[in-house]
């Protein structure tokens, strides 16, 4: 199947990669796909409801932390000027008390829903791992929320495996802790 979007990174300051400038139309366009990820976890979990100015501090830190750390790249997959899907995919040292190296991260994975099947999130999936491999970093972690089910497919297909799980209880009974003793 031949397709006419590419995957680059977003950026506004030089990149040894293939750069898309952030141009105000293009950071709205990826501001809107995070609101419409956001928009899915709210519904699945009501704990993530965003305050009224989400969007203002994720913009700030779109724009000041995301584009600009050497160890972060927004990758994005783009046709005709449109923003089809992006990936966030960072370097993070290892936990201290543990004996681990230096992890790739991926977060704030998302394709429009109308792109979903092409091969998208592979494509920008690929060129994160690729950057990071570059980098001398062989180990890839990422969150998928457990009501999250198509995500969890896609990323086992991956080769993902489950490492932990958070788990969460809302308003405790003051009796539940000593029912536990």
């Known amino acids: 199947m031949s397709s006419l979007w590419q995957v680059c ?19 709205v366009q990826v501001e809107e796909l995070w609101a419409q990820l956001v928009r899915v976890h709210e519904e699945a979990e009501e ?60 977060s704030d994975t998302y394709v429009r829903p109308e792109y979903r099947r092409q091969g998208i999130m592979q494509a920008l999936y690929k ?3 690729d950057w990071l ?15 999250n089910h198509a995500a969890w497919q896609y990323w086992e297909k991956q080769g993902f495996r489950p490492l932990k799980t958070r788990m969460i209880l809302v308003n405790p009974e003051p009796d539940a802790a000593s029912e536990l003793e």
């Open 9 to 27: 990174v977003l950026s506004d300051v030089d990149r040894p990669e293939k750069v898309c400038r952030a141009t105000k139309r293009i950071m």
């Open 47 to 106: 704990l993530f409801r965003l305050q009224p100015d989400s969007r203002r501090i994720w913009r700030n830190y779109f724009e000041n932390h995301l584009l600009r750390d050497q160890d972060t790249r927004v990758f994005i997959a783009l046709e005709n000027k449109q923003v089809l899907g992006f990936l966030v995919a960072r370097i993070e040292p290892p936990t201290p008390l543990f004996a681990g190296s230096y992890h790739g991260f991926l």
């Open 127 to 129: 060129a994160a791992a």
């Open 133 to 147: 491999a570059g980098q001398g970093i062989h180990e890839l972690q990422l969150d998928v929320y457990n009501r």
